[in-house]
Structures are given as structure tokens and as C-alpha cells.
């Protein structure tokens, strides 16, 4: 099975065009499409249907056996026709004698259908019986413990002592599937979520069952390894503590995170997900479902592409040079110092490195400052690496779309004439945001050539090893704003965790140079910033942040902005 046969990008649009039908679900009467399963049924009417093979994006396997509810079809008469009453209706239903299961039952015309009958509450509790047979009473040391559904629905469904008293089979523990998968064979429920995975959605089919009866497990082709670069899918997809993270793996109980709602920001993609932090430090991200990007899926670096937020060495502290030394300072007094040398220099003689990773309205922030200084050298650093066949796309700076629509971006056309003028004297002053010049096709020693350098960073670089002035700013989870993704889709992010030090947001960080030089500062709040911003560009009338919510809107974005068929293998 392809990718696009489990469709992981759009909505299933053959629910909205399918007949519809009469089901008896629970003694109600209720419309359904043709084509839904019960588990889909179910879920669609407010309820739930407990189940753990079964997944929205994978092929139907039926092996756990928890859906079981109880079904019946439409009475009929001696022409073999359902006896219908005056409203069209059948007028009784004859109830099977044994259970079905949900996720491979779609629904017909008249079908009757009790999710809590007695029948299906008994058929819960056996099945749930069998699945903690065998497994590990090891709860206080796992590290699904808090997301683990065997906890939740032994709970809910099933009994409060078990009826086993022979010794439980042992499996192997501590296995290492890949470079970032660890498998505890005695925790699986065989729900097979991880197989159908690699294989339907991934193309990879590295994993398997292996041995027979009770002592089957998962495990990885004998010359291969679950390395591919969606592996970590598998551990979100994992209902149990069967398959962990080595990233996260013992670092931090769920329960204590805090979860914040936000974006990944290592590709033009905008893929949704869930940061979690804890006392100013991210322990993890996780996908978040969102059908128009990214679906249910995450990529692994880009899931565990957080870490430099956390490194010691970041820069926390505003620093100007003082003779072959830098020196600590405080935020009022480097923005007078930055604007009153800038004031010496013609808008000629300044180029400006930006970053297409900053947010729409930190880019927005810069052109204008940029603009009142009369710049005329902008550009940001193209950053392109390998697509792969999902979600994966060459463009690795997450609001190419934003920077192009404020006209900052020049895609890096205008590094070779910024890097001529720095090396003819011709540009005197380089202002380095969030980027190292030496992207820019410059040498350590070029930098010397300048008169003022001005780098702001999350890390030390080459550049700011020579700047003049070093101002200290907030990575993606530690700030507010929005960003476009390739598709022309706004998005918002979310603050996970306060800046370390007095590291601040770019925009802030802008808006104070800004303000020290013409002594005015009409903008307070990023809220203030967006409603300029969308003042301003066509696209983003009539929105606000909040109002973009947590999935996004569709932008009416200029095809010159997106550039899909250069960033983009997604067929359209």
C-alpha cells in the first residue's frame, strides 16, 4: 500500500459525497454515510469505542479484538424485505446472537447497533482479561505510564483482579530496534500499529511478528533496522509502553509537562505539534493531528530538533564591544548604542542579513526598520536540503512564504553583491539576524573589514565573534507569532517556555533599536504588531492571531511567493 492510498494529507472526501443511510445506533435512529466503520460511527456521535489496532490512517487488521459490540439487522418478512413501518423504518431488528467488531463493520441500511449492551460490556471484560494476562505489572517503571491506554481501559472495562495464577510468559526487554526506537517485547498487545505503519505509510517493511501462540513478538528484519526518518511515529501510535523513545525515554512523566500547542519549525512544511516543557525546559514534541499539513505524523528530526534550546551555551546576556573585549550590558543601553552609530551611516552603506525563520511579524518588524533606515541590501539565507516522498521538503526555512511576502527574501540573490560591497568598502555596516554572514559566502577575516557589525543569535557563531554588538533572542518555542508554510497556509506558534536570561523576541529586540533612534513606539504587544501587519498586506485582512485558532487558514497567497514547485515534491 503507497502513501497515497492511506491518504496522510487530506481529508477523506468520500464520506461527504457517500448515500446516506439508517442506523439503529444504541435506540436512536441516526444518518449515516455509507462506508463508515462503527469505531468511526461511534466516535462521529460523541461517543467511543474502545479499540487498539485500529487506526484512522492504517489498513484494518481486527486483531485486538476490544470493539466488540453487539449488532443486529432489520426483522424481515416472507419476501425476505425488512418489515418497514410508516415513517420508513424498520419496525424491529432481530440481534445476532455473537459480538462483531468495529473497525472491520460498516454500516448497511437498517443496521442496529448497542456499543453498551450487556453482550458487549461482558465481550470487553474477556478481552481485556486476555491482554493483561501476560503482560508485565510493571506500570510505576514504564514510561507510557499516564498515556498508556492498556491502564486506561483496564480501568474502564475491565475487572479489578485477575482470575491468572500460572507464571507469565517471558519476552525479550530492552531491544534495540534502531538508532531510536527501544522495544519491550513483554509489554506489546500484537495491535500491529507499528507494522501496518512502516509498511502501508512508510514503504519499509522491516518489522514483523515473529515465534507463535503466546509467545509472539515484534521484531526487525535480521538485516535491517527501523531506522527510516518517521520511526518515532510508531512510539506515538504504540498504545502501550511497548516501543519508547530513546530521546525521552525515562526523562520526564508525562504527567508533570506542561503541553502547549505550536509548530515544527525545521522545514517550509509547518507541521503541527505539541511541545512538552517543564520548568523552562522542552522534554519533547509530538505530532498534533492536522489533515490540511501534516496529518498525524512528525518526521524525526524534526521531533527532535529542540535540543539547542536547552544547550548551555546559549546567549543570554546583551554584549558590546569594548576595544578587543566584549562586555555585558543592559537592553536600553545597546539599543541607544546600536541606533546613535547607525545614524552615521547612509542606508547605502548597510546591508542586512535576515532569517526566513523568524515569524511573520518579526519579519515585518525588520522591513520596517529597514525601510526608515533606506536600505537597500536585504536578503535571508536560503537553506535547501533533500525532500523525501511525505511530508519532508527541500526548503528548510520554515516562512520562505513570509519572507518573500514582506519583501525581505531575494532567495540569497543578493548575497554576492552584499559580499562584494563588504569587500570593496562600499557597505560599511552588516546586520546579522538570527544568520551567520558566513552563509553569505563571507570569510571570518571579511568581517573585519566592517566599520559596525551587528549579530544577533541564540548560539555563538563566527559572526558574532567579531560583532560589534551581540543581542541575545527567544528560539521558536519560547514565543508568539505566525509563520506561512509552502502551501500558503498561516499558522500560529505558541510560547512553550520563557527566553533564558534576558534573551527576548526578535520583534522586541528590533522594535527597542527602533525606538531608541526616532524616540517613538507605537507597538506595545505582538497583537499590536499583526494588526499592522495585516493592515498592510492583502493576504491577512480581517485576521488576527487569534483568530488563525490552532490549525491555521488558508491564505490567498501570490504564486510567486510559494515557489511550491521548487520547495515541493508533494504532487499537487
Not at 472526501?13 to 449515516?32: D, M, Q, R, S, Y
Not at 515484534?218 to 504504540?238: G, M, Q, W
Request: glycine share 8%; aromatic share 6%.
Amino acid at each position: 500500500m503507497s502513501v497515497t492510498d492511506v491518504n496522510p494529507f487530506n481529508h477523506d472526501i468520500t464520506a461527504e459525497k457517500a448515500p446516506l443511510l439508517n442506523v439503529n445506533f444504541n435506540g436512536e435512529w441516526i444518518k449515516v454515510p455509507k462506508g463508515t466503520n462503527v469505531v468511526e460511527l461511534t466516535r462521529n456521535q460523541g461517543s467511543f469505542l474502545p479499540h487498539y489496532c485500529y487506526h484512522s490512517k492504517l489498513s484494518v487488521s481486527g486483531n485486538c479484538r476490544m470493539c466488540l459490540f453487539e449488532m443486529g439487522m432489520p426483522k424481515a418478512g416472507p419476501d425476505r424485505k425488512p418489515i418497514l413501518g410508516d415513517d420508513g423504518l424498520p419496525e424491529a431488528i432481530n440481534w445476532l446472537p455473537r459480538p462483531m467488531i468495529g473497525c472491520a463493520t460498516q454500516v448497511s441500511e437498517g443496521m442496529g447497533i448497542r456499543t453498551d449492551s450487556p453482550m458487549a460490556q461482558e465481550c470487553r471484560k474477556g478481552v481485556m482479561e486476555f491482554l493483561l494476562i501476560n503482560h508485565p505489572l510493571d506500570c510505576p517503571i514504564c514510561d507510557q505510564a499516564g498515556e498508556c491506554k492498556l491502564q486506561e481501559f483496564s480501568s474502564d472495562y475491565g475487572t479489578s483482579e485477575s482470575r491468572f495464577v500460572e507464571e507469565k510468559v517471558k519476552k525479550p526487554k530492552n531491544v534495540d530496534l534502531g538508532e531510536r526506537i527501544v522495544l519491550d517485547d513483554e509489554r506489546c498487545i500484537l495491535c500491529t500499529r507499528c507494522i501496518r505503519f512502516a509498511k502501508e505509510v512508510m514503504d519499509d517493511d522491516v518489522l514483523g511478528i515473529v515465534n507463535r501462540g503466546s509467545y509472539n513478538s515484534i521484531s526487525a528484519h535480521e538485516d535491517k533496522r527501523f531506522d527510516n526518518p518517521y520511526s518515532l511515529n510508531t512510539v506515538d501510535l504504540c498504545p502501550v509502553g511497548a516501543l519508547t523513545s530513546k530521546d525521552f525515554r525515562f526523562k520526564m512523566r508525562v504527567w508533570f509537562l506542561k503541553e502547549t500547542k505550536s509548530l515544527c519549525t525545521s522545514c517550509a512544511r509547518g507541521c503541527n505539534l505539541t511541545i512538552g516543557s517543564r520548568q523552562e525546559q522542552v522534554y519533547r514534541m509530538t505530532p498534533r493531528t492536522n489533515e490540511e499539513v501534516n496529518s498525524h505524523w512528525i518526521c524525526d528530526f524534526g521531533r527532535l530538533n529542540f535540543h539547542f534550546l536547552n544547550d548551555e551555551k546559549r546567549l543570554v546576556q546583551p554584549e558590546a564591544r569594548v576595544g578587543d573585549s566584549m562586555f555585558p550590558t543592559s537592553w536600553r543601553e545597546i539599543n541607544h548604542q546600536i541606533a546613535d552609530r547607525l545614524q552615521t551611516f547612509e542606508g547605502s552603506q548597510i546591508a542586512i542579513l535576515a532569517s526566513a525563520g523568524m515569524t511573520n511579524e518579526e519579519l515585518f518588524v525588520m522591513k520596517k526598520w529597514a525601510d526608515e533606515m533606506g536600505v537597500k541590501h536585504i536578503d535571508i539565507v536560503p537553506r535547501k536540503g533533500e525532500a523525501d516522498n511525505f511530508l519532508g521538503v527541500a526548503d528548510k526555512n520554515a516562512n520562505s512564504t513570509g519572507a518573500r511576502m514582506m519583501g525581505i527574501s531575494q532567495d540569497g540573490k543578493q548575497h554576492g553583491k552584499m559580499a562584494a560591497g563588504i569587500k570593496e568598502g562600499k557597505i560599511k555596516v552588516l546586520i546579522c539576524w538570527r544568520e551567520d554572514a558566513i552563509a553569505m559566502g563571507l570569510r571570518a577575516d571579511d568581517l573585519d573589514l566592517l566599520e559596525l557589525l551587528v549579530a544577533s543569535s541564540l548560539l555563538p557563531n563566527e559572526t558574532t565573534a567579531k560583532a560589534d554588538f551581540v543581542l541575545p533572542v527567544a528560539g521558536f518555542a519560547e514565543k508568539r507569532g505566525s509563520m506561512i508554510n509552502l502551501e500558503g497556509r498561516i499558522q500560529r506558534l505558541n510560547r512553550a517556555t520563557n527566553s533564558p536570561g534576558q534573551a527576548r523576541d526578535d520583534w522586541e529586540a528590533i522594535q527597542g533599536i527602533r525606538q531608541a533612534a526616532t524616540g517613538g513606539n507605537g507597538i506595545h504587544m505582538i497583537e499590536d504588531v499583526f494588526k499592522q501587519m495585516s493592515a498592510e498586506y492583502q493576504p491577512l485582512t480581517g485576521l488576527s492571531l487569534s483568530k488563525i485558532g490552532d490549525l491555521g487558514v488558508q491564505l490567498d497567497v501570490p504564486k510567486s511567493f510559494l515557489n511550491k514547485d521548487k520547495y515541493s515534491i508533494v504532487p499537487e
